[in-house]
């Protein structure tokens, strides 16, 4: 079975496992406060161009989510999100578990748009009884969204906009933030999110890492005491050196953006695959996610040899599904998968 469900399916890239063997006997402080982090966040603050930022890492992109939410809002807050959004469909209502609500808008594409959000807080303060309601603080988005799509530097500096015109921190999870960085037409890159938002972070887990997620926060209020709710949430990692080591090694010699740039490559044969196929895509998706509407009868024959992550329901005879590249695919797999497109 050749996979392509997803981008966390395989180990970690060979310069990772590499350093990971060259330092393993070391000894170094615990928690985060050895040479590889520090090393890591100067590198992280140089390309977004953000001396001042705070830099954390976590270990999987629930963990950030759910940590990041609960450290910005109050107990009366809540967090507005499209209603495809990661935090609204697939992290089991690990938000809500704090206590926090969230607020979903629709969305066709996986993105949510400035005027929408002027709309929900407009709406809360107008209403008289908005004590009785959970309060709009914070816009969370994604970068790609979950259907691969991307914010332009337009679209996210409405969205900054209207937060900052209303008191909202704008929160962006770049769980595949490498592939949104090199996708045809991206206009948005590491300082646009440092100067726009409040708080993001850069994959690692889906990137090439073995696990990790770099927590940005340039927003002064959010910096207090941060590190006590990683800690209180479980997420304060013993062997932080190993995350430190990691996003190093990825953010050294333009590491990150190569293996983004070979997973969106890969991606956008398989596109051109489907396209020439008559296959419609369901999103116009420029990163390493595709999601071709097809026969039932050709997506049974391609699950004989291949894994893919079915999506939507279209209509009686097709359904939507998605196939995902990683740093690992290799593209004789993708060659074999294309011909069999062909013959399907």
Known sequence: MIRFESDYLEGALPEIMARLLETNTEQTPGYGEDSYCAGA????????????????????????????????LRPHQAVIAADTGHISVHESGAVEATGHKIITLPSPDGKIGAAQVERVVKAHWDDATHEHQAQPAMVYISQPTENGTIYSRRELAGISRVCRENGLLLFVDGARLGTALVAPGNDVFLPDLAALCDVFYIGGTKLGALFGEAVVITHDALKRDFRYIVKQRGGMFAKGRLL??????????????????????LALRLRRAFEEKGWPLLYDSPTNQQFPIAPDEALDMLSEKYSFSEWARIDEGRRAVRFCTSWATRPEDVDRLIADIERV
């Open 244 to 265: 430190g080591l990691q996003f190093e090694t990825l953010m050294t010699d333009g590491l990150y953006e190569k293996t983004a740039e070979r997973e969106v490559a």
């Open 41 to 72: 966040a100067a590198l992280i603050r140089t390309r977004c161009r953000a001396p001042g930022a705070d830099v954390h890492f976590l270990v999987g992109g629930t963990q950030a989510n759910m940590t990041v939410i609960t450290a910005a």
